[in-house]
């Protein structure tokens, strides 16, 4: 019975604990619960306090508990030194903020144009002097000045640089990142030589690619598909064997002949004149005509003369710019674009990889080819003047796929050969852009 | 009805057959497409007839064969 009694009172007082107070005692120091209550209940008007950032409880300095108050500032005043009974210590802490999104301030650099002023104009073939300064506030001097063309593309890196550019009016742009990737930029615009001319015209060397191009025995017309260059840096322009080559695209016999630009299909009294002249042929895959062969390409390459070939498609004709140097492998659905002398940018899809066709290169001449890509397009992709034009992905990357030469009559079917088997056969790369 | 989809088997089916299909009168050549979002063995001829079509297998050891009127390829000189 006294045992019983003993439990109950025990229980009671317990239970009257309990209820008295609105969280259940913690463990803990001296005055916790008093201090956590003293919180709760001043909390309101303490974090409304001007220049109270928070507020906690914690230890003070004798190992009791104290209500901390945190501050913007030391000198806060209107605190009390006591809150029911609670010692309050005051910390100036600053602001408190959450550490995943803490901006620093980062101002972008601030890119000056030197050279050329605004509005210059020079000689078609002039060299241009580039120059500008890249300030930035937080890190001082920038020297990585990226410039480049609205017609060339990318020029080169550097606070001062010199190119020829290509005829037409440029917008020309030095552009520079900071070490927190804040990018400024400044533009000039420019003019080279006369106005910009159509793919069928002669262009002031360095040509553009995509333009139109041919043999010197021969009043015919193809496209320059890209620049090439062998393992010792000799640069090339890349186009087709009936291209370069039309009189003996199956021997060997057209090696040494020169290229012209434009092609003397479409240059006005038809015939050579040494102004036309661009390179030279240096290599070229041979047709086989017989119906036990097989053909993967239908590519040439000539050795350029200096300063001939230039590395992008028009800009003011609405081509891509520079097709990547890194080439990409065929495949169904894949959307790919080109930039030809007869019908300038076009594009289309890929519908078959890997085909194997018959190719009339004469009304009674025909050759097999196979490993070849397939492009189709509801309107003409290509047409007779396009053979030589490089295939490339339809995306800001542009990377390489195939060498037009062929197609159907209204050009809404195109054949190429795969990228890669070109530039093996003579052992070049592209010159293109590297990045993206 | 078709094996699993990797495209070396549609690309070895196509060797053994493109020969014979190839010369087949009307037949320009054949290439591996899609049809449906599916391989398949496109062949593309001058004049899509009823005597040319025909000839053409509707499919190969499984993979279905589609026909397309290409008409002539011609080397592209201007």
Redesign the interface.
């Known amino acids: 019975m006294r045992k019983l009694f003993l439990v109950a009172v025990v229980i009671a007082v317990l239970a009257s604990t309990w209820v008295a107070q609105a969280a259940p005692p913690p463990e803990g120091p001296p005055g916790l619960a008093k201090a956590i209550a003293a919180q709760e209940k001043h909390n309101p008007q303490l974090l409304t306090t001007r220049g109270v950032v928070g507020t906690a409880v914690g230890l003070g300095r004798d190992g009791g508990a104290v209500v901390r108050v945190f501050t913007l500032k030391s000198g806060v005043g209107r605190l009390p030194a006591f809150i029911d009974g609670v010692p309050v210590v005051v910390q100036a802490t600053g602001e408190l903020t959450a550490l995943k999104r803490r901006p620093r301030p980062n101002d972008p650099p601030v890119v000056t144009i030197t050279s050329p002023t605004q509005g210059a104009q020079f000689a078609s073939g002039d060299s241009v002097s580039f120059a500008a300064t890249a300030q930035d506030k937080q890190d001082g001097a920038l020297s990585a000045v990226n410039w480049t063309s609205s017609i060339n593309g990318y020029l080169d890196t550097g606070a001062s640089i010199t190119r020829t550019l290509g005829d037409g009016i440029h917008t020309i742009t030095a552009s520079a990142t900071d070490l927190q990737g804040a990018v400024g930029q400044a533009s000039v615009t420019i003019t080279v030589g006369t106005a910009t001319h159509q793919t069928t015209d002669r262009w002031e060397r360095p040509v553009p690619i995509g333009v139109s191009t041919g043999n010197y025995q021969s009043v015919s017309a193809g496209t320059i598909a890209c620049r090439v260059r062998d393992a010792v840096g000799n640069l090339y322009a890349l186009s087709n064997t009936h291209v370069f080559a039309p009189n003996d695209f199956a021997g060997q016999g057209e090696i040494g002949d020169i290229v012209t630009q434009p092609g003397l299909y479409d240059f006005p009294t038809h015939a050579y004149a040494e102004s036309l002249r661009l390179g030279t042929v240096t290599a070229y895959k041979p047709i086989n005509g017989s119906i036990f062969a097989t053909n993967v390409i239908d590519a040439a390459i000539a050795r350029m003369d200096t300063g001939s070939l230039g590395t992008a498609t028009p800009l003011t004709l609405g081509g891509y710019g520079e097709p990547n140097s890194v080439t990409k492998a065929a495949a169904v659905n894949m959307a790919v674009q080109k930039f030809g002398r007869s019908t300038q940018l076009t594009k289309g899809t890929i519908t078959g990889i890997n085909a194997t066709m018959i190719v009339a290169y004469a009304d009674d001449w025909y050759a097999f080819f196979s490993g070849q890509i397939v492009v189709e397009a509801s309107g003409a992709f290509i047409q007779p003047g396009d053979s030589g034009s490089l295939l490339v992905t339809d995306d800001p990357a542009a990377n390489p796929v195939g060498l037009v030469f062929s197609g159907n009559a209204n050009g809404t079917m195109t054949l190429a050969n795969p990228i890669d088997s070109v530039l093996r056969y003579f052992d070049v790369t592209i010159d293109g852009k590297v990045t993206e | 009805m078709s094996p699993r989809i990797p495209n070396e088997t549609i690309?070895k089916v196509?060797e053994r057959h493109?020969q014979r299909v190839?010369s087949l009168p009307g037949v320009?050549?054949?290439?591996?497409?899609?049809i449906d979002g599916r391989?398949c063995v496109?062949v593309?001829v001058a004049e899509k007839t009823a005597a040319v079509v025909g000839q053409i297998p509707s499919d190969l050891e499984g993979w279905p064969v589609v026909v397309r009127e290409?008409?002539?390829?011609?080397?592209?000189?201007?």
């Open positions: 690309r196509l493109v190839v320009i050549g054949v290439a591996e497409g899609e391989p496109t593309y290409s008409g002539e390829f011609r080397a592209l000189t201007g």
